[in-house]
């Protein structure tokens, strides 16, 4: 019985041991999620800083990353340092992080946490690549960050990388390529409903490749749609889109438009000191334009301020870029020793733009014509003259590749094709059989079409015209409904409370009130103020039957107009009439009856008729026969038949501020509306 005993004492606590255990186990792992969850946060509401203010945004990450217990989430908030690296041009400190991160993560068992950052890491070292001009390699990592990415949590950033592999298949000619994966990234923007600020950076990439493609019209539609998201661009891609845009204008020899947008871009970049790489950029296309247009002077300013970085940073494009400009400098200058010093010292990067070759060769025909070495002056002219015939070749290509690649995935457009292909075939058959009996049935058929066409055209006009009349006749057979209802009323009620000859005043305002139903009768609509001279004057008659207790207020709004609003005839007085009618003159106490028109932000007028009359109650035995608002519901109807907005209606029971239940009758007029029939 002991052994028992103690047995169950060791199990008992050996399971309370297990449950400890598990309870601090989870407790970490609720500790670590929360970790996980605020570095989701902070990036989510801060990811802008580290393009607006990269130098904060790295002080704070690392300060975020020595409170983290999280191994996971330190390296996470260092990845943010990594990108404020880039934005600051530091690019070694950048490759010292990345590396560092890059090791953390290869001994990390694999999660999609993990995946994430080896996705992260994948893409700054293809920034990396690129800003340094090794475009192999960025595309090679693009691609790894892409396939990592897809194995991760966050897929909404999938578009950004999609657009950084893009850039890499531009630069290095693949133009079908690139434009494939700017499309593929837009698909997904659709697919992921992300904001439309996500798709701004895809349109200046496909616009960028019709510009190297020469094809200035799909270039400029592009551009267009990202113009449109201008101001909510963040200040990087305000740079990406005017120096795009700027080189645009520049590849159609437009160099006065494009000087304006990369002057702006220089502008945005000195607001920035972390945008030196973007700004220098600017400063050396701008001496480019200068160049151009015969200005050496303004042009040696330019290069004499951006050159220095580029050594700095060892971009050996820029500065291939920057000797070919020198050398024009010196032709237009006419100084040939320095234009020979230039020469003297200038290397060619093994993976330079064509176009650039092309540009340098340029100069170096003329610099060997104006030094009479007609010999060397004919050999660039013909490697340019190849080099044209090998770009123009490679655009013809790659435009037919960027077509193929995108009807490719058109299944239905395939199939159409191959159906247009096969009838083709068969006309062709028949027309070399029978061309003359085929001639005839085209144009037989033509003849059925165009008489087919003409009669549906003619019917259709028809039923248009019989619709307009039956609008018509509708709108006026209500009007003619409503026209004596209203007078009745007002004359029966005239007749029970007269006991005695009334004053002329009051008389008068009796002929005015029937003369305007009429009036109002004919018309469809009238403006605010002439409605509402028609109710006042409808309210002063009915103040004698209802007493002292009646207080009647009409409050407009100041930024409404009466004599600028239209409305439809009497869509007040008919609610105004019911609520004195059949609300307020069997009610005892006060009276209370309000009018209020505004203006709503969208710019649709509000109009709410209220009264304390104890609410809408269908039993009542004052309920009326409703034609009054069975003639509004159906004018409404017919006018919203035919436009876009609706006049809204509702009518339904409040309380009001001292406790009583009243009636409300809500109009809103939306802007533009159209009364015609």
Known sequence: MKRVLIKGQV??????????????????????????????????????????????????????????????????????????????SQIDSAWLVLHHIQHFAARQPFSPQVADLQSECLNMAGNLFART??????????????????????????PDILMNLADAC??????????????????????????????????????????????FDQCDYYYNLAGQEYERMLPYEKYIYLNNRGTSYYYRGDCQTAMSYFRKLVELTGGYPDMMFE?????????????????????????????????????????????????AQALLQKEFGEARRVLSHSVTPPDIDPDMVHIRNKYLQQFYEETGNYKQAYYYQKNNLRLDDSIRNERVRMHTADLALRYQQDSTLLAHRVMIRETENEVLRLRQAHLIVACMAVLAFLVAVFLYLYNK?????????????????????????????????????????????????ELASLVKLMRRNLELAEQLCVTLEEELDFVKTYIDLERRSLGDN??????????????????????????????????????????RLWIDICRRDSGEVSIQITDNGGG???????????????????????????????????????????????CQVSFLLPVKYDYRL
């Open 11 to 88: 199990v008992w606590i050996l399971s309370f041991v297990i449950a400890l255990l598990a309870c601090c186990a989870e407790g970490e792992k609720r500790e670590e999620v929360s970790e996980q969850d605020a570095f989701q946060a902070f990036f989510a509401s801060h990811s802008d800083s580290i393009s607006v203010a990269p130098r904060w945004m790295r002080a704070e990450a690392l300060r975020r990353m020595n409170e983290a217990e999280d191994s996971l989430v330190k390296y996470n908030y260092l990845s943010l340092t990594l990108k404020t690296y880039l934005m600051t």
């Open 133 to 158: 001009g090794v475009m192999d390699s960025a595309k090679k990592a693009f691609q790894s960050a892409y396939e990592y990415r897809l194995k991760g949590t966050r897929i909404a950033d999938v």
């Open 170 to 215: 531009n630069r290095l000619g693949e133009l079908d390529l690139g434009a494939s994966w700017y499309r593929k990234a837009l698909l997904l923007c659709d697919s992921l409903e992300l904001p439309s600020t996500k798709r701004t950076p895809i349109y200046y990439g496909l616009a960028q490749v019709y510009v190297a493609l020469r094809d």
């Open 279 to 327: 700004q220098n950029l600017g400063k050396l296309n701008l001496s480019d334009c200068f160049l151009q247009l015969q200005q050496p002077d303004s042009a040696a300013r330019y290069m004499d301020e951006c050159r220095p970085f580029f050594q700095k940073i060892g971009m050996t494009t820029a500065l291939y870029y920057l000797d070919t400009q020198a050398i």
């Open 457 to 505: 055209k003619k019917r259709a006009l028809m039923l248009v015209e019989n619709r307009r009349m039956v609008s018509s006749l509708r709108l006026e057979n209500i009007r003619n409904r409503l026209s004596p209802h209203f007078i009745f009323n007002v004359l029966n009620q005239e007749m029970l409370s007269r006991k005695q000859e009334t004053e002329q005043k």
């Open 550 to 591: 009646f207080f009647p207020v009409i409050q407009i709004a100041p930024d409404v107009h009466p004599s600028l609003v239209f409305l439809p005839s009497m869509l007040i007085q008919i609610p105004v009439e019911n609520a004195v009618k059949h609300a307020l003159r069997g009610k005892e106490g006060e009276r």
């Open 616 to 662: 809408y109650r269908p039993n009542s035995l004052h309920r009326g026969t409703g034609t009054g608002m069975k003639v509004v519901m159906q004018t409404i109807q017919i006018l919203n038949a035919k436009n876009k907005q609706a006049l809204d209606v509702e009518v339904h029971n409040v309380v009001l501020p001292s406790g009583e239940t009243g």
